[in-house]
């Protein structure tokens, strides 16, 4: 384990072992490699228990994902429809640009709402978590940009 694996603190969901990465050439013989240590090749390192997102989880962020996406979503629908209505029955004109810009921007926030949803809930199953999420969001944001940057280190 490097210096800047031991850094960092493991998701509370992440498998507890590391995946072994294949070795590229060896000089060893082949003879000399002991089969139990390494698994076979037609089975995946961990168990889809192991790496699936516990369910307390999952509901925590679907909740907010309906919250902070549904919310605005339903807001730009009803701005078409309360448009067409004023158009109609009423001699209240809104312009084009106007319901058209106020519908992009509604459902702008419903697809942030999505990313907003997921990175504000808290991953720790026994911790629900704020009202709105500030601290959970920054906490896993920042989770999310270090792995960017060392996936990006070991493609170098």
């Not at 109609?88 to 810009?101: D, F, N």
């Amino acid at each position: 384990m490097s210096a800047e694996e031991s850094d960092r603190s493991p998701l509370p969901f992440e498998p507890k072992t590391k995946r072994q990465k294949p070795t590229k050439g060896t000089s060893k013989p082949q003879a000399q490699v002991k089969t139990a240590e390494r698994p076979p090749s037609n089975q995946p390192p961990f168990t889809k228990e192991e790496m699936a997102i516990p369910e307390v989880v999952s509901q925590r962020m679907i909740r907010r994902v309906a919250g902070f996406c549904g919310i605005p979503t339903a807001l730009g629908i009803t701005t078409l429809v309360v448009s067409y209505l004023l158009a109609t029955y009423t001699e209240i004109q809104l312009p084009p640009i106007a319901v058209l810009l106020v519908n992009m921007g509604l459902f702008g926030i419903g697809v942030l709402g999505i990313t907003y949803g997921v990175l504000s809930s808290s991953w720790d199953e026994e911790r629900p978590g704020s009202l709105w999420g500030l601290g959970e969001f920054s906490t896993n944001w920042g989770r999310m940009v270090e792995v960017w940057r060392e996936t990006r280190q070991k493609n170098l």
